[in-house]
C-alpha cells in the first residue's frame, strides 16, 4: 500500500492539557490515521486519492477542534447560576437585589466614613460662622471653610450613592457639636483654625487609607478603586493647599498681615468660580 504525504494544515492542533486530554487526543488521532489508510488503500487514482484523503481529514478535523476548543470542561451559566448561593435573587422585601460581594465589614466602614466627611463638614461651617461675624470680618477665610464644608459634604454624599449602588444600608451616626470660638491668644484665631483644618484633612487621610485597607482584606477590588479613584488624590491636593497656607498664615504674622492674607485668599476664590 503506497504511503501518502499528508499536509500540514490538515492535521488539527490539539491542546495537550491533561492525562486524560492526552488520552483522548491519541485515541483522535489513531482513529484518523486508520481511516486515512482505508482511503488511500480503495483510491488508486492520484488525483483522486488527494482530494479522498483531503475530505477524510477534514471531516476528522471537526469534532477535534470542536473537543479541544470546549476544553475539558465547559462552561455552563445555568448549572452555576443554581450551584453557587451566590447568584440566587433574594424573595424578601427587605434584601438588597443588587448586592453581590459585599462584606458586612465593608459597608460598617463606608458608613463610619460618612460619619467622618459630616463631622469634618460641620467643624468646617462653624469656621465659616466664625470668621463671618461683623467683628471677626475676615471674608477670604471665611468663604474658603464655607467651600470646604459644602466639599466634604458632597463627600459624604458620595460614599451614600456608593452604599446604596453596593446593596448597603446607609446608618447616620451622631455628629458632635464643634467648637464655636477659634481665638488664639498667641497664634489669633486664622492661624490657629488653619492648622485645625491641616490636622483634620490628615485625620480624614487616614480614615480613607484605612477605608481602603478594609477593602484590600475583603479582597473588595471595586470598593478599592472606588477610594483611590474618587478620593486619595484629592485628599492629597486638599494636604498640601492647606499646609501653604498655614505656612503663609506663619509669615506674614498678626494684625495688617492677616487681613493681607484674607484678601489674597477672598481674590482667589472669586477666581476659582
Known sequence: MALLS???????????????????????????????QQQSSICRDGGRRRVAFRNV??????????????????????EEVLRNELYVVPTSP?????????A????????EQVNVEYNVSYVYHAMFAYFDRDNVALKGVA???KRSSFEERVHAEKFM????????????NAIV???????????RD???????????????????????????????????????????SEQVEAIKKISELVAQLRMVGKGHGVWHFDQMLLHQMGAAH
Do not use: W
Open 6 to 36: 499528508v499536509p500540514a494544515f490538515l492535521i488539527p492542533s490539539l491542546k495537550l492539557t491533561s492525562r486524560s486530554g492526552k488520552q483522548q487526543n491519541q485515541a483522535v488521532l489513531s482513529s484518523l490515521s486508520v481511516r486515512i
Open 57 to 78: 481529514a477534514c471531516a476528522s478535523a471537526e469534532p477535534v477542534a470542536a473537543q479541544a476548543l470546549a476544553g475539558d470542561e465547559a462552561f455552563r451559566p445555568f
Open 177 to 187: 457639636m464643634p467648637p464655636m470660638e477659634f481665638d488664639h491668644q498667641e497664634k
Open 104 to 111: 458586612d465589614e465593608c459597608e460598617a466602614a463606608v458608613n
Open 94 to 102: 427587605h434584601c438588597s437585589l443588587a448586592r453581590h460581594l459585599y
Open 190 to 232: 486664622a492661624l490657629y483654625a488653619m492648622e485645625l483644618a491641616l490636622s483634620l484633612e490628615k485625620l480624614t487621610n487616614e480614615k480613607l487609607l484605612n477605608l481602603h485597607d478594609v477593602a484590600g482584606r475583603n479582597n473588595d477590588k471595586q470598593l478599592a478603586e472606588f477610594v483611590e479613584s474618587e478620593f486619595l
Open 161 to 172: 450613592i456608593y452604599q446604596n449602588k453596593r446593596g448597603g444600608k446607609v446608618k447616620l
Open 143 to 145: 468663604n474658603f471653610f
